[in-house]
């Protein structure tokens, strides 16, 4: 069974920084991407950030426009853990934020689609202060 363990979120003020991690553990394990969504009240989960594997030891990354040049996606594939460089965080960023992986092999999804992947955390809120 994999199980992804997150960590990091909290709260902070406008224009500080959060680093999330997202550790995904199980027999076999070796993600082909992994990533992160995030959900505010009342809004659908949306896309955030993800890698993806481009060869045995090689990652190629994405990100929403929402965060580009904000956050940075990172992947230790050895440790099969994600993280999630938060920079210049602002109010719209407040969220519940979701780790998920992809188990096996390229998926027909895009990684910036939820139905992608096939296990999630249980999230981690991030709330940034005005």
């Known amino acids: 069974q994999v199980q992804l363990v997150e960590s990091g979120g909290g709260l902070v003020q406008a224009g500080g920084s959060l680093r999330l991690s997202c550790a995904a553990s199980?027999?076999?394990?070796?993600?082909?991407?992994m990533g992160w969504f995030r959900q505010a009240p009342e809004k659908e989960r949306e896309f955030v950030a993800a890698?993806?594997?481009?060869?045995?030891?090689?990652?190629?990354?994405d990100s929403a426009d929402s965060v580009k040049g904000r956050f940075t996606i990172s992947m230790d594939g050895t440790k099969n853990t994600v993280y999630l460089q938060m920079n210049s965080l602002q109010p719209e960023d407040t969220a519940v934020y979701y780790c998920?992986?992809?188990?096996?092999?390229?998926?027909?999804?895009?990684?910036?689609?939820?139905?992608?992947?096939?296990?999630w955390g249980q999230g981690t809120q991030v709330t940034v202060s005005s």
């Open positions: 199980g027999r076999t394990f070796s993600s082909y991407a």
């Open positions: 998920a992986a992809r188990g096996a092999g390229p998926t027909a999804f895009s990684v910036r689609s939820a139905a992608a992947y096939d296990y």
């Open positions: 890698v993806r594997r481009s060869g045995a030891n090689t990652f190629n990354a």
